[in-house]
T-cell receptor
């Protein structure tokens, strides 16, 4: 069964600290893996898109890694800020066009001062 | 560009009433998607269009749900009659055509329409 599992379900960290969110998938065939950030009451916003051949991709303080052999991805947030408080959703695509996506349930991150 | 625009942002209605959600995709995007998000099930694809033509509506839960895209800049999702279990946030998203020079594969979401059916 095609699935995307994220952990932890929720996380609370202090401002300035680093954190890592995990994503395991069993999707086949695999085209690309995406991380989205969703602020409360807003739509998801794309952070990174990685294909099979990409191991690491950064977007500012966000760094995503992909291990296609073990079917695992992580999203590392450096020097967290209050504005990082959001839900982070891992999404795996069957095709390059992005018309066949499997969504994870997300990790809710709370950054406190 | 203003991004994907959805209306209304919030809708509260009574069971049995008709609900129409609207979406304006980003200009030049060829794909339009309707998603539903709930706490229990996360984001689920309902239907998507390519060049205004519905391609996959297998995610539409029941015949009470219908979607149209009369032109490249407008789409509607209609629920008739609405039921309490339809309460959710409905997102519209758009993306470029694979092969376009500026193609990034990115999916752009609107801010969503929060529907509450009493």
């Amino acid at each position: 069964k095609n699935q995307v599992e994220q952990s932890p379900q929720s996380l609370i960290i202090l401002e300035g600290k680093n954190c890592t969110l995990q994503c395991n998938y069993t999707v086949s065939p695999f085209s690309n893996l995406r991380w989205y950030k969703q602020d409360t009451g807003r739509g998801p916003v794309s952070l990174t898109i990685m294909t099979f051949s990409e191991n690491t991709k950064s977007n500012g303080r966000y760094t995503a890694t992909l291990d296609a052999d073990t079917k695992q991805s992580s999203l590392h947030i450096t020097a967290s800020q209050l504005s990082d408080s959001a839900s982070y959703i891992c999404v795996v695509s069957f095709n390059q066009a992005g018309t066949a996506l499997i969504f994870g349930k997300g990790t809710t991150l709370s950054v406190s001062s | 560009d203003a991004g994907v625009i959805q209306s209304p942002r919030h809708e509260v209605t009574e069971m049995g009433q008709e609900v129409t959600l609207r979406c304006k995709p980003i200009s030049g995007h060829d794909y339009l998607f309707w998603y539903r998000q709930t706490m229990m099930r996360g984001l689920e694809l309902l239907i998507y269009f390519n060049n205004n033509v519905p391609i996959d509506d297998s995610g539409m839960p029941e015949d009470r749900f219908s979607a149209k895209m009369p032109n490249a800049s407008f789409s509607t999702l209609k629920i008739q009659p609405s039921e309490p279990r339809d309460s959710a946030v409905y997102f519209c998203a758009s993306s470029q055509r694979l092969g376009q020079k500026t193609y990034t594969g990115e999916l752009f979401f609107g801010e969503g329409s929060r529907l509450t059916v009493l």
